[in-house]
């Protein structure tokens, strides 16, 4: 026992026996705290975990229950993982490299919904801000930036939205009564016009009528026919009285046909002065087609024109989802960066001290493969047509460029005719990184991947999507594209449909097919998007059928309210103007007729007389031939 040095031994077992208890009882609480406290930082949102556990024996960690919460949506879960387990090898850890030949990633899910929210306490939330302040946010956060305002914009801009509103609401709004009545439609004001015409032409015509004394002229006939009904030629000395007597008659007659021509002037001018029925007509219809024409003029309906309805209504659904592909590419930037090719051959200090890479150096942290596993189901999603997945990811490393391999990952996933398959590659070994995200999904319904809601205006019920995806940053420079087809297309009717996603459900009924092809790049800040869709074309249709259908019953409506105020109206006037017109020539016609039968009269008279005179002549000549013979 004196060989034993206690003094020496005492504190190295009271050491061992700390460490051994800090190990056991602390450092699974502490690894998980600073854990947690780096997810934090990292995502901006709540990191949690159930539990960590590690091993001394075999250096092993094992994390159950991670979920990392979604800092843009703290009620939704960016990425939760029920088993996440990995060996270190041990001769690394003492230059502190941590080297996992591979991990294990067990029940993965994203996109989940959360019970609690996954925001940060405000006063470590502000103490991560000012952390931040001061460091440059780099090209990933201003190219999500830019990319964020380009999906607002598509959404908020979708002009066409605005303008089938203001013309629903024009249309509307239109009161016909009022606007016909505001309108002061010239075709009432020349009815007025007429109606009055009428009442001072009768007036003139009446004065003038009065002026025609008809019964002072029949008097005057009767008087001078019955003076002469005892018009006798008894004797050859009656025919100078007699035809005193005739040219009395004849002077009658002759100032009764004068007035008979007052009459029949008098009738032409009537005539030719309130005119034919049918040119009435004829002026009241042009002004009608007039005042139908100068309200449609002023009535303000808006300018539809079709525009690109694919990039409005699609555009801003794709580009939050490059975005959020875009968020975990900055992620490997950040953690995975590119290494220059100076610093792994040489760091330079200060005067001309030179530290040189070591041969076959390892970097500081290298995971040689990840096996992963999960579903595209979780809290809150549709897990009736969820699709479990695995994969793999192997060459992650914080160091790229010393490892000289890319990350590379392939994810497959399938379910009856529902399949996924995404292919990645995070080259980090160039001077220039380039990130590649490659995706195609088949049989897969537009609830699935989350389109089942185009703008708030058009639902899609069922289909079969088809998409074809490929995301690409090569150094700052995004270039990604899209191909989708969804066939036997189903739309629905939104739970209380307004006029506009009514209008967009009947012009899409017909629709069975959509395709769908879309580039985006961005470069230096500039995002050029585009979009092209047999949509379009089936949308313009559409809105020319709209307007023609909107305008056909506007136009309808507004010609019934004229015809309604004009027709009334007018048939007053008509009736006026017969009553005045007719009543004027009928009473002409009545004077005429009278004045005619007067002047046969004396015509007969006057040719009686002439007969009488002329056998008064004849009886004459015969006796005095008798006289002659008897001598």
Do not use: C
Request: proline letters at 2%; charged letters at 30%; hydrophobic letters at 35%.
């Amino acid at each position: 026992m004196k060989f034993i040095r206690w003094k020496a031994v005492i504190p190295t077992v009271i050491i061992l026996t700390i460490a051994v208890i800090f190990t056991v009882f602390f450092a699974d609480g502490i690894i998980k705290k600073v854990t947690i406290n780096i997810g934090e930082s990292v995502f901006g949102a709540k990191v949690e975990i159930s539990s960590l556990k590690t091993k001394l024996k075999n250096m092993s960690v094992e994390i159950k229950g991670l979920q990392i919460a979604n800092k843009e949506d703290v009620w939704k879960n960016i990425l939760v993982i029920d088993r996440i387990g990995f060996s270190m090898e041990t001769i690394p850890l003492l230059s502190k490299k941590i080297i996992v030949n591979e991990m294990t990633a067990e029940g993965v899910e994203w996109g989940t919904a959360r019970k609690t929210s996954g925001a940060l306490p405000p006063r470590k939330k502000k103490k991560l801000e000012r952390k931040r302040n001061g460091e440059d946010t780099g090209i990933s956060d201003r190219m999500m930036a830019s990319l964020k305002n380009k999906a607002s914009e598509e959404a908020s801009n979708l002009a066409i939205i605005s303008d089938i509103k203001s013309f629903q609401k024009n249309i509307k709004d239109i009161d016909v009564k009022k606007l016909t009545d505001i309108a002061n439609l010239s075709s009432l004001k020349e009815i007025e016009k007429m109606k009055s015409s009428f009442g001072e032409k009768e007036t003139k015509y009446k004065n003038l009528i009065g002026e025609i004394n008809v019964d002072a002229k029949t008097k005057e006939i009767t008087d001078t026919v019955d003076g002469m009904k005892e018009l006798k030629v008894s004797s050859p000395a009656d025919i100078p009285s007699v035809k005193e007597k005739i040219s009395k008659l004849k002077e009658t007659q002759k100032s009764t046909e004068k007035l008979l021509e007052q009459i029949k002037t008098a009738k032409n001018n009537v005539t030719s002065d309130f005119g034919e029925e049918k040119d009435l007509l004829k002026k009241i219809n042009e002004l009608k087609n007039a005042d139908y024409n100068n309200i449609m003029s002023k009535l303000s309906v808006g300018d539809l024109s079709a525009g690109n309805i694919t990039k409005s209504l699609i555009g801003p659904i794709w580009l939050t989802k490059i975005n959020g592909t875009l968020y975990y590419v900055k992620l490997v930037r950040k953690y995975m960066p590119k290494s220059e090719k100076n610093k792994l051959l040489k760091k330079r200090l200060k005067g001309t001290n030179v530290v040189f890479a070591k041969e076959n150096e390892l970097p500081g942290l290298l995971v040689k493969n990840i096996v992963i596993s999960g579903t595209t189901g979780g809290e809150g999603k549709n897990n009736e047509s969820a699709i479990d997945f695995k994969g793999n990811v192997s060459d992650i490393t914080s160091n790229p460029v010393l490892w000289g391999k890319p990350t590379t990952g392939k994810i497959t996933g399938k379910k009856q005719k529902k399949e996924i398959l995404m292919n990645l590659i995070f080259d980090h070994t160039k001077e220039t990184s380039k990130d590649e995200i490659m995706m195609t999904v088949k049989g897969m319904t537009p609830r699935d991947i989350g389109v089942s809601n185009l703008g708030n205006i058009l639902f899609i019920d069922d289909g079969d999507v088809g998409i074809i995806a490929k995301f690409e940053m090569a150094g700052d420079e995004l270039n990604s594209q899209m191909a989708v087809k969804v066939g036997n297309v189903k739309f629905r009717t939104a739970e209380k449909e307004n006029d506009t996603q009514k209008i967009f459900r009947q012009m899409f009924k017909n629709v069975k097919d959509i395709n769908v092809e879309a580039k985006l790049i961005n470069k230096q800040g500039d995002t050029d998007f585009k979009v092209k869709s047999n949509l379009d074309d089936i949308f313009k249709n559409g809105i020319k059928s709209l307007i023609g259908e909107k305008l056909a019953e506007t136009k309808a409506k507004i010609k019934k309210e004229i015809d309604m105020q004009v027709e009334g109206k007018k048939k007053e006037m008509l009736a006026e103007f017969t009553n005045k017109k007719d009543g004027l020539l009928k009473n002409l016609t009545s004077k005429e007729q009278i004045l005619t039968t007067k002047t046969e009269e004396i015509k007969n008279k006057i040719s009686s007389a002439d007969e009488e005179i002329k056998k008064q002549g004849q009886q004459k000549i015969q006796k005095e031939m008798k006289g002659i013979f008897k001598k």
